[in-house]
């Protein structure tokens, strides 16, 4: 095994470069995810079929499909369309598909707001009947319930579902290697090992930075979970 390679300066600086791409794109798709998630959850969790439903299908088509035909869907198919094409290249926002950075976080978005959508929507409808009988009893109104109650009773319980999603997305960003000119941490793999024709060392390292980033996301989750949902636990444990 070569792994001086791997610790030249050129091939350090292709994994930063990895490593940063890999991160922006986490935190894009997961920031952009949450709002949009926030008010869909509550359509999710609502009595009404006609408020639940679409976003069911939405939930449902998403989940059903690989990540990967997502992002061809987007980067590749929607340029192809009439519409879209007549746009491409003066009238915003159509000029965002020609970027391979924009399409690959929108399929990454609406993949994890799709999750998100049932994590927080599953939080909403297990919260204690007590929780929301207390707040109406104060005369507090639907908007306000959610606003005060509801919603921030939800996020902090779904904390630990959350938790494995967003380790999964960062996972799942491996797939932007595909797209041409992102060059994330399994790109610089690639790159790396067709440079050198070492596969083995150019994935290992890889390997290396993703459980790396997770061990560091599982620590920041632990430390919200031990914050936020300390009045779940028994008292003396």
């Known amino acids: 095994m070569q792994f001086d390679v791997i610790f030249a300066p050129e091939t350090l600086l292709l994994y930063a470069h990895g490593i940063v791409t890999t991160l922006e794109l986490l935190v894009m798709s997961l920031f952009f995810g949450m709002i949009f998630a926030l008010p869909l959850s509550i359509l999710r969790s609502s009595d009404k ?60 978005v609406i993949n994890t707001t799709a999750y998100t959508i049932e994590i927080i929507a599953g939080a909403i409808r297990t919260t204690p009947h007590g929780e929301i009988e207390g707040g109406r009893s104060v005369g507090m109104s639907e908007a306000m319930l959610y606003r005060r109650i509801l919603l921030p009773s939800a996020l902090r319980r779904a904390l630990p579902a959350y938790s494995n999603e967003v380790i999964l997305m960062l996972q799942a960003t491996s797939v932007a290697s595909v ?55 028994v008292r003396g444990t």
């Open 49 to 108: 079929p006609w408020l639940w439903g679409p976003v069911w299908l939405f939930t449902f088509a998403i989940r059903g499909t690989p990540l990967l035909v997502q992002v061809y869907l987007i980067y590749y198919g929607v340029g192809q369309l009439p519409w879209v094409e007549a746009r491409w290249d003066s009238i915003w926002p159509w000029t965002w598909f020609k970027g391979p950075l924009f399409c690959t976080v929108l399929a990454f």
């Open 179 to 233: 797209v041409p000119s992102l060059i994330d941490i399994t790109g610089a793999a690639g790159s790396v090992y067709s440079t050198y024709y070492l596969p083995f060392e150019a994935y290992l390292t890889a390997g290396a930075i993703y459980l790396l980033l997770t061990l560091g996301l599982v620590a920041l989750f632990r430390l919200a979970e031990r914050r936020w949902l300390a009045y779940l636990r």
